[in-house]
């Protein structure tokens, strides 16, 4: 199949409503039906604002994340239709790909 591996950058700390925005973004392209979605803690990075963060012992609030997703076309399209009717702000990379599975289901 082809398609695009997106990944989002987000931080512990960011929510959507009462959920980690991450655990929404994952839950949402799984409602979505797309295939699969893995989220990534880093240990310390930074975005557009230029500040460093990081996941401390005392602090993991500020600990950046990454989710990865991998999709067709059609569901990049709906994904990100969802995300912007939601009024989420987030960075991403969206690079096209081809995927698949090998083996026997």
Not at 13 to 39: C, F, P, Q, V
Not at 52 to 65: M, T
């Amino acid at each position: 199949m082809r398609g695009f591996q997106i990944t989002f950058f987000t931080r512990l700390d960011k929510k959507h409503g009462n959920t980690m925005l991450s655990e929404w973004l994952m839950l949402a392209a799984r409602e979505l039906g797309i295939r699969g979605a893995t989220i990534f803690a880093a240990s310390e990075g930074f975005g557009r604002d230029k500040k460093i963060h990081a996941g401390h012992f005392f602090e993991l609030g500020d600990q950046p994340q990454e989710i990865v997703i991998t999709a067709t076309e059609e569901e990049t399209t709906k994904l990100f239709a969802l995300i912007e009717s939601e009024n989420i702000t987030l960075s991403y990379i969206k690079t096209p790909v081809e995927f698949g599975t090998t083996g026997q289901a």
